[in-house]
T-cell receptor, first 116, second 109 residues
Framework: EAGVVQSPRYKIIEKKQPVAFWCNPISGHNTLYWYRQNLGQGPELLIR????????DSQLPKDRFSAERLKGVDSTLKIQPAELGDSAVYLC??????????????FGSGTQLSVL | KNEVEQSPQNLTAQEGEFITINCSYS?????LHWLQQHPGGGIVSLFMLSSGKKKHGRLIATINIQEKHSSLHITASHPRDSAVYICAVGRGSQGNLIFGKGTKLSVKP
């Protein structure tokens, strides 16, 4: 079975340009997470979806970041316009959460973003 | 103070040594995760536990709920174990994990 698939693997852009990341979770997983990980730090949650509903986007900088999960499967995360401080690894993860309880998380390989 | 603290931050060991990485947390949790992240790679979930002890191959994870502490042990360490090990705690219906900053392990041949 394929794991969580993310693309692109790497992205280099100039500041003020837009960028988009794509995530295909494990088939059947209802919960999808987008995390941002800065060098030497643990992942920080940006947004969590349960099916197609964003249930926690409190940490998402909504002035420039947006996300969607149409049909409750694939998801895209967009930054427009990108700033130098957005350089990080963007990780997608999915899980099958039942009755509000956490189950094991599966992570994608991440997208390493460099903003010049 | 971070809600999830790991120690040590960096660890260098010789091949074959027994390794312990610690995680302390200050919030109520429903489960604790140990994750492994190789350089340039994605994150792999090693364990999810809410009590007691779990073992998988050379890896052992323990948790003491009363003391709010967990340990990850690696027996007979090998250079391929070199990675960042991350502790994360889940709080049930709140849905989100709180991550530690990770422990960077380097095992020398």
């Amino acid at each position: 079975e394929a794991g969580v698939v993310q693309s692109p693997r790497y992205k280099i852009i100039e500041k003020k340009q837009p960028v988009a990341f794509w995530c295909n979770p494990i088939s059947g997983h209802n919960t999808l997470y987008w995390y941002r990980q800065n060098l030497g730090q643990g992942p920080e949650l940006l947004i969590r979806y349960e099916n197609e509903e964003a249930v926690d986007d409190s940490q998402l900088p909504k002035d420039r970041f947006s996300a969607e999960r149409l049909k409750g499967v694939d998801s895209t995360l967009k930054i427009q316009p990108a700033e130098l401080g957005d350089s990080a690894v963007y990780l997608c993860a999915s899980s099958l959460d039942l009755m509000g309880q956490h189950e094991k998380l599966f992570f994608g390989s991440g997208t390493q973003l460099s903003v010049l | 103070k971070n809600e999830v603290e790991q120690s040590p931050q960096n660890l260098t060991a010789q091949e074959g040594e027994f390794i312990t990485i610690n995680c302390s947390y200050s919030v109520g949790i429903s489960a604790l995760h140990w994750l492994q992240q190789h350089p340039g790679g994605g994150i792999v979930s090693l364990f999810m536990l809410s009590s007691g002890k779990k073992k998988h191959g050379r890896l052992i994870a323990t948790i003491n709920i009363q003391e709010k502490h967990s340990s990850l042990h690696i027996t007979a360490s090998h250079p391929r174990d070199s990675a960042v090990y991350i502790c994360a705690v889940g709080r049930g219906s709140q849905g989100n994990l709180i991550f530690g900053k990770g422990t960077k392990l380097s095992v020398k041949p």
